[in-house]
Nanobody
Framework: QGQLVESGGGLVQAGGSLRLSCAAS????????MGWFRQSPGKEHEFVAA????????HYADSVKGRFTIYRDNAKNTVYLQMNSLKPEDTAVYYC????????????????WGQGTQVTVSS
């Protein structure tokens, strides 16, 4: 069974950028939709962005539209989240997730999860 491994988190000042990566250890996730979620202390998981296998369906949370971009490189089994114009309220642990079929904004629709990567935005 494949695994998802996130990377690219860190500490950045407000207005800065980070790019998160989520690499699948195998081609197990071929054909899978991928999503990014985040969780801040004391809060529920929050949907961030999702993308279909063939990029024909992409969704963003209203809070990140125009600032974040999700894209994938299927040849590398990797999905990315480019985060620009970061705000302190973007501080959270970011998780990638995979599911069969079309992309979804619903957390429980996803079957596989990475371990998360911390993003901290200082003001």
């Amino acid at each position: 069974q494949g695994q998802l491994v996130e990377s690219g988190g860190g500490l950045v000042q407000a207005g800065g950028s980070l790019r998160l990566s989520c690499a699948a250890s195998t081609s197990t996730f071929s054909g899978y939709a991928m999503g990014w979620f985040r969780q801040s202390p004391g809060k529920e998981h929050e949907f961030v962005a999702a993308i279909n296998w063939n990029d024909d369906s992409i969704h963003y949370a209203d809070s990140v539209k125009g600032r974040f971009t999700i894209y994938r490189d299927n040849a590398k089994n990797t999905v990315y989240l480019q985060m620009n114009s970061l705000k302190p309220e973007d501080t959270a642990v970011y998780y990638c997730a995979a599911r069969r079929g079309s992309s979804s904004i619903v957390r429980v629709a996803y079957d596989y999860w990475g371990q998360g990567t911390q993003v901290t935005v200082s003001s």
